[in-house]
């Protein structure tokens, strides 16, 4: 079976926690973060992840529901790009 991957993009003002709190809900679901980069641009938070959604393709949506409703609690914007198999 081929490695399913999105691409999670946060923005948003900057504050401590943020990393922890996005990715808390990530290992809710058991992904793997592959790789993540991240920047503060003039207080502007900017968080970018590749995650592997392989193990469970079809909690994907669950994710994405959960994820969208805590970067809001956050005030930070997310996006989701699904990248499908490599």
Known sequence: MPETYIVITVVGPDR?????EITS?????????EDLDQVVM????ILSLLVNI????????KLRKKLEYRCNELGVE?????TGGK
């Open 54 to 61: 392989s193990p469970d393709v079809v909690g994907y949506d």
């Open 42 to 45: 003039h207080d502007i938070f």
């Open 16 to 20: 401590p926690g943020l990393i922890s």
């Open 25 to 33: 809900v990530i290992a809710d679901f058991r992904y793997n973060i």
């Open 78 to 82: 997310v996006t989701f790009y699904y």
